[in-house]
């Protein structure tokens, strides 16, 4: 079980690769939307992007291969070709534990760089979403990770000074939105490993 300090006020999990093990089904969408512009889409790269927004992340691969990408057309895309494989989701069951051991007795939020309709169907899938009243996505924010305002907002929204809060992350953007603000974080990595193929 991971411990969570007693000081704390307030937790905040991420979703994808945190809560929801989409990791592997977000790679394979990535890969299937961006192989017609010859980006080579390894996995190292898809972590370097991980918490970004979907539109974020193809403005940067744009700046990165010096490719002109439709943003709007390759997002599409990349979404339609997720949503194929959204029903294989699975809770990563080691954080939904403390969701569920914490719920009722401390405020909870989700911050996600998923979409709201991305993250509301990932919470469905793995019947998460009874548990969360507070779900702050790409959709209700203006900077995405590593920016902190998905997390700023889901301390004002639970009432907890940001410093009192501890956030859940596996993605170093997500990570050093957190740290940025003062809020504590747990490596998810450090209890949970995703093995991506292609």
């Not at 294989?88 to 403390?98: A, N």
Request: with cysteine.
């Amino acid at each position: 079980m991971i411990e969570i300090p007693k000081n704390v006020k307030g937790l905040i999990f991420d979703l994808d690769g945190t809560l929801a093990n989409t990791m592997q089904n977000h790679f394979k969408s990535w890969r299937k939307a961006l192989s017609p512009y010859g980006i080579d889409f390894t996995s190292e790269l898809f972590l370097s992007l991980t918490g970004m927004s979907r539109w974020a992340t193809i403005e940067k691969l744009n700046e990165m291969f010096e490719t002109k990408m439709d943003v709007a057309e390759v997002g599409k895309n990349k979404g339609e070709y997720f949503h194929e494989v959204a029903h294989l989701t699975e809770e990563i069951k080691i954080v939904g534990d403390v969701v569920r051991k914490y719920h009722g007795i401390l405020p909870m939020s989700i911050g996600t760089g998923s979409t709201r309709s991305g993250a509301k169907q990932s919470l469905e899938i793995t019947n998460l979403q009874k548990y969360f009243e507070i779900v702050i996505t790409s959709d209700d924010i203006i900077n995405p990770k590593p920016h902190p305002e998905t997390f700023l907002k889901c301390a004002e929204l639970m009432n907890v000074n940001p410093k009192d809060c501890v956030v859940f992350e596996d993605g170093i953007l997500g990570m050093q939105a957190a740290e940025a603000i003062g809020m504590s974080v747990i490596d998810v990595n450090d209890y949970y490993k995703v093995e991506f193929t292609v």
